[in-house]
């Protein structure tokens, strides 16, 4: 599916447009009966807008992605397609005051994830369909105007099999079996209240489906009872545990209600598990999509359980912020996504079992942020969004995670009172309308008494992270003088920001059993390139100064060097799960910056995770060894350090509670680190054949294929073996695992025919693409070296011909990443980096949202290159 060239609609157009017309209403009909036809590509699509147009006689213009329109009907006057229609756009002149067109379309099946995707279930041979919208992907399915501030009220017709489950934002108010089409039914579902195009959708399908419901006597005393349902497919009913996802929801509603204070506006409350999900939820009012990952097929540890908890969380959370208030254009997406990404941690802190949420916050979510303030491509949290593909790029670790790490500051510099008092009043302020960043601004300072601009401009509108060293001075044992160093220049304008920071210093001493815990801490504001903290003179050297305990503020932190060395001494120590977090971001930060050795990385992993209790941060840091492993070690220490640490994940696999979540974590990172070395290769091959096996260890379908790949792409499976496997294993899961084990194996024809099919083919669907590249990229950079050339040369056709979503995966995913700089070079002289940078200067007119997927890419490869070529002695 090949994109049209005005399909990128920019800011000024919309502005345009809203400042030109108001949109009433909706009416939508879908005709599916096509679906069961897998030659079917199309279906025809009838959207009805009804609006007005405050300027008469002036033109405007619709937006549908389709193939073929059929008719244009205008005010009751048809209009010839060959002359009103123009690519994706629909051109309607001589508006009149009150309007109403019609446009007639068929409209494309989609196997992106963008627009209507159908899925065909490989394990019973059933179709489910789901939309996925945001930003701007109703047009795929409708015409309509697709622009986040022209809300309307919507009315869908769904045309589709009688026996199937089909849902939309709204209740079913009406279904009438079709006399013309025996087995089809129409559903007409009620209006909807007046929301954007992108959180509409409509979900068709054999869905298994579950029921139950929430009620509330609301602070006037009325009953609010929502309706809740949960869909996923008819073969994962047996693995879905409903039960599980409607205690979350019930107590995210009771939460919410009782913290915003104003009623779930959108009637019911289904969420749907969807297959081949481009993303982790949709936040669609009344009608929530997630990946069907979360859905547990194969067991799943807790930290798995939880970030699904955060998802139900997050989403439910923008029923308020995005859908009842909605931002005005991209710009502002942080508006809504940096909220819902700080309440879904809240939430689970607040209103679950999960008290630690903020620890995953602080290793996870920040580390992602980190990584993105990090790039070349880094912008303020208030983007600059000039058109339709930046949006799409600009769902990103500073939107999301940095967003919410600077609202927790916020909630440290102005108290949660005023910070939940604003949100309170913008609910009631902005209702079903739109905003932008200057109607929380006023919100903020009315409800804190301050005034909140400069503060806005310090932090929500200037890039990149403070690094906030601490200098010591010593008297003896005792401390003579600290002060707080921040570092912080915006490398968008290159000027220093002096960010205020509202932090603590934590002092960790041993207790007499030898645990490392919190003996004092001072909260200070710190501002300006230099604090001095005065009231610290005098007292005893703490054994750990850790700067920002509590996590709440938003930089990274560098140890003094005593700490530095308890910390690599005796992390395990800390007896705090977010404090051990901290330290951990902190060395990962240290490492990505080349004032660690990789080494000094891995050993401390190797000597502390086993005592890590919090199973998600155990992943995390696994994760990261693999990473400074793979890519940050020099070539010549790489193999003894790897075997080395394989050696003691494979000690602590043995080691680990039976059945626990630890033991499962060390199984996957065993599997992990067997594609880059077949030392226990065999090992693995007597477990899959279950000559070997691990008390307690369930080797369930995930495990197997984790397994399965490793034993691949090190060239210990056949091509008969994983077919074997998959015949004991035809779900949609099993088929994408056994294609990444396919395409991991080490044989220049596996990868040849990998790269034609997912570069040049058109067949795979998102999630195969995506199986495909993970096998392709389980490789040495010899193996890949012959696809460095041809990458250069395809990824403009690429960008022009597959949609955004493949062609973003396909850019990003087949860079070549792995590389190894020569003892001695350059990282800048690299071939890679010198191929990248001609690309550059080559295609200073490529599409801006291309280019900033190689310009990070580029920068991730100059970054290892980097940090192997610093030659790091070992500190540890
Ligand atoms: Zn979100």
């Known amino acids: 599916m090949g994109r049209v060239k005005n399909e990128n609609l920019s800011r000024s157009e919309a502005l345009g447009r ?50 073929g ?25 001589d508006l009149a005051a009150e309007n109403q067109v019609t446009i007639v379309g068929t409209a494309l099946y989609s196997r992106s994830g963008e627009g209507l995707h159908r899925f065909v279930d490989p394990a019973d041979g059933r179709i489910y369909l789901y939309t996925q919208y945001e930003p701007a992907d109703a047009r795929r399915v409708f015409a309509n105007f697709e622009q986040p501030d022209l809300k309307a009220s919507f009315t869908f017709n769904v045309a589709a099999p009688s026996d199937w489950q089909v849902s939309s934002n709204s209740p079913l108010a009406v279904c009438e079996e079709m006399a013309s089409t025996p087995g089809f039914s129409i559903r007409r579902f009620a209006p909807t209240e007046r929301i954007p195009t992108y959180i509409t959708t409509v979900l068709a399908g054999p869905y298994h489906f579950v029921e139950d419901s929430w009620k509330r006597t609301l602070a006037d005393g009325t009953e609010l009872e929502v309706p809740l349902g949960a869909y996923c497919r008819a073969s994962l009913a047996e693995a879905f545990d409903a039960a599980e996802v409607f205690a979350i929801t019930k107590a995210g509603l009771d939460f919410f209600h009782e913290l915003f204070e104003y009623p779930y506006p959108f009637g019911k409350y289904e969420q749907a598990f969807v297959p081949e999900y481009n993303l982790g939820a949709m936040e669609n009012p009344g009608l929530v999509t997630f990946t069907e990952t979360y859905v547990f097929k194969s067991r799943a540890t807790d930290a798995q359980y939880q970030a699904r908890g955060n998802t139900i969380m997050h989403e439910m959370a923008h029923m308020w912020f995005g859908n009842l208030v909605t931002m005005q254009w991209w710009d502002d997406l942080w508006l809504k996504e940096s909220f819902a990404d700080y309440m879904g941690s809240l939430a689970l802190v607040e209103a679950t079992a999960w008290k630690d949420a903020w620890v995953a916050f602080a290793n996870r979510r920040k580390a992602w942020a980190y990584m993105q303030d990090q790039l070349p491509t880094t912008h303020p949290i208030v983007a600059d969004i000039r058109d339709l593909e930046a949006a799409k790029q600009n769902f990103d670790g500073i939107t999301y995670a940095k967003g919410a790490s600077v609202l927790k500051q916020l909630v440290a510099y102005v108290g949660f009172d005023a910070f939940i008092g604003a949100a309170r009043q913008y609910f009631r302020d902005n209702a079903y309308s739109n905003t932008s960043l200057d109607d929380f601004l006023t919100v903020l300072s009315d409800a804190s008494g301050r005034d909140m601009r400069r503060w806005s401009t310090l932090w929500l509108q200037t890039a990149g992270i403070s690094t906030l060293v601490p200098e010591i001075e010593y008297d003896g044992d005792r401390l003579a003088r600290v002060r707080l160093l921040q570092d912080a220049i915006d490398p968008v304008t290159a000027r220093m920001v002096d960010r205020p920071h509202r932090l603590r210093l934590g002092f960790y001493n041993f207790d007499a059993a030898g645990a490392l815990v919190r003996t004092d801490s001072v909260e200070l504001d710190l501002a300006g390139s230099e604090t001095d903290v005065p009231e610290l003179a005098g007292r005893p050297a703490p054994a750990l100064l850790l700067v920002n305990d509590d996590d709440l503020t938003y930089a990274k932190v560098r140890f003094d060097a005593a700490s530095l060395q308890t910390v690599l001494a005796s992390l395990n120590k800390i007896t705090d799960p977010l404090s051990r977090a901290l330290c951990w971001s902190a060395l990962w930060n240290m490492t990505r910056d080349g004032l660690l050795a990789p080494a000094d990385y891995v050993g401390a992993v190797e000597r502390f995770a086993p005592a890590e209790s919090d199973n998600g941060v155990l992943q995390v840091l696994l994760d990261g060894a693999r990473t400074a492993l793979d890519r940050y070690l020099p070539a010549a220490e790489r193999a003894v350090q790897r075997e080395r640490f394989v050696d003691s994940v494979r000690l602590q696999l043995g080691k680990a509670a039976g059945g626990s979540d630890q033991q499962l974590t060390w199984a996957r990172s065993l599997a992990a680190l067997s594609r880059s070395t077949p030392r226990y290769a065999g090992y693995i091959a007597d477990l899959l054949h279950g000559t070997e096996s691990v008390g307690g260890l369930t080797l369930d379908s995930d495990l197997r294929w984790r397994f399965w790949q490793a034993l691949a792409a090190t060239g210990h499976a056949t091509h008969e073996q994983l077919d074997t496997e998959l015949a004991s294993d035809l779900t949609a899961a099993g088929r994408a695992g056994h294609l990444t084990a396919m395409t991991a194996r080490p044989d220049p024809a596996v990868k040849a025919q990998a790269w034609a099919d997912a570069v ?3 067949e795979l669907s998102n999630q195969l693409l995506d199986a495909t590249i993970d096998g392709f990229t389980a490789a040495d950079h010899e193996l890949l070296d012959p696809f460095v050339e041809p990458y250069f040369q395809s990824i403009d056709s690429v960008w022009a011909q597959k949609s955004i979503e493949i062609a973003s995966r396909i850019v990003r995913g087949f860079y070549p990443l792995a590389q190894d700089l020569e003892p001695g070079t350059e990282p800048r002289q690299h071939a890679v980096v010198v191929r990248t940078d001609e690309w550059l200067s080559g295609h200073s007119d490529a599409p801006a949202a291309l280019r900033r997927i190689v310009i990070e890419q580029r920068d991730h490869l100059l970054r290892a290159l980097t940090v192997q070529g610093r030659q790091l002695v070992q500190a540890f």
Do not use: K
Request: net charge negative; with cysteine; proline share 4%.
């Open 69 to 93: 329109i059929h008719s244009v009907m205008l005010n009751g006057i048809q209009l010839d397609p060959d002359v009103v229609v123009d690519g994706s756009r629909v051109h309607l002149a």
């Open 760 to 762: 040049a083919g058109s």
């Open 18 to 67: 809203s400042e030109l017309i108001d949109v009433e209403s909706y009416d939508v009909a879908l005709d599916l009966r096509s679906v069961l036809d897998p030659e079917a590509t199309g279906y025809i699509s009838r959207s009805v807008i009804t609006f007005t147009c405050n300027e008469p006689g002036a033109g405007t213009f619709v937006d549908f992605i389709h193939d």
